[in-house]
């Protein structure tokens, strides 16, 4: 059997762990025998046999899931054209998942400004905050390194490598290689982080 792991968040239970992270509350005993914990499971401290907030756990991942982990860890989502309009087929709204929803979420997440959505203030991209800047040589490489943080940040990437940020006029535009969470590396490719 395969596994990933999980962060314990506060408040948590395994049934609520299970949902958020399988899939289905009816896991939890999954998570419970492969971490070998005993009740009450979670707590604010730790204690032998019990997770505290904030630890991290071992989740099975059975063959099925792992045939199938590689699109459904990536999720659905509507799909946005370049410009961030929803898409329709005229009757409804298309979808998008697997890693392209992976690639989408990640060309949003790097053109929102961070603390600029009022319930979600830390989703976004600090590279907004270089518009005006005058150091032209430091620009994109600062941009680079905010677009990195950025990236990271969702919790479908494990890690971004070949991250490289060009500036064009008054335009950024990365290219970078993905390493997600399951499957394969993806590449990603953004024009108009800044423009």
């Given at each position: 059997m395969a596994w990933r792991s999980a962060t314990v968040k506060y408040g948590d239970t395994l049934q609520r762990l299970a949902l958020r992270e399988l899939g289905s509350a009816e896991r939890?005993?999954?998570?419970?025998?492969?971490?070998?914990?005993?009740?009450?499971?979670?707590?604010e401290l730790a204690d032998n046999g019990v997770a505290a907030y904030g630890d991290t756990l071992l989740l099975p991942i059975y063959q099925a899931d792992a045939l199938a982990a590689a699109d459904d860890v990536f999720l659905t989502d509507l799909q946005l054209d370049e410009n961030g309009f929803l898409h329709s087929d005229g009757e409804d709204l298309l979808t998008v998942s697997g890693v392209a929803n992976l690639r989408q979420a990640l060309a949003v997440r790097v053109v929102v400004p961070k603390r600029s959505l009022l319930?979600?203030?830390?989703?976004?991209?600090?590279?907004?905050?270089?518009?005006?800047?005058?150091?032209?040589?430091?620009?994109?490489?600062?941009?680079?390194?905010?677009?990195?943080?950025?990236?990271?940040?969702?919790?479908?990437?494990?890690?971004?490598?070949n991250l490289t940020p060009t500036l064009i006029n008054d335009s950024i535009t990365v290219q970078a290689q993905i390493v997600p969470v399951s499957g394969e590396a993806v590449a990603f490719q953004r024009a108009g982080v800044l423009g």
């Amino acid at each position: 059997m395969a596994w990933r792991s999980a962060t314990v968040k506060y408040g948590d239970t395994l049934q609520r762990l299970a949902l958020r992270e399988l899939g289905s509350a009816e896991r939890w005993p999954d998570i419970a025998l492969l971490n070998g914990l005993i009740p009450p499971y979670c707590a604010e401290l730790a204690d032998n046999g019990v997770a505290a907030y904030g630890d991290t756990l071992l989740l099975p991942i059975y063959q099925a899931d792992a045939l199938a982990a590689a699109d459904d860890v990536f999720l659905t989502d509507l799909q946005l054209d370049e410009n961030g309009f929803l898409h329709s087929d005229g009757e409804d709204l298309l979808t998008v998942s697997g890693v392209a929803n992976l690639r989408q979420a990640l060309a949003v997440r790097v053109v929102v400004p961070k603390r600029s959505l009022l319930f979600h203030p830390d989703y976004g991209c600090w590279a907004f905050t270089l518009i005006g800047s005058v150091n032209r040589n430091a620009l994109a490489q600062l941009a680079g390194f905010y677009i990195q943080a950025a990236l990271l940040e969702d919790p479908r990437v494990q890690s971004v490598a070949n991250l490289t940020p060009t500036l064009i006029n008054d335009s950024i535009t990365v290219q970078a290689q993905i390493v997600p969470v399951s499957g394969e590396a993806v590449a990603f490719q953004r024009a108009g982080v800044l423009g």
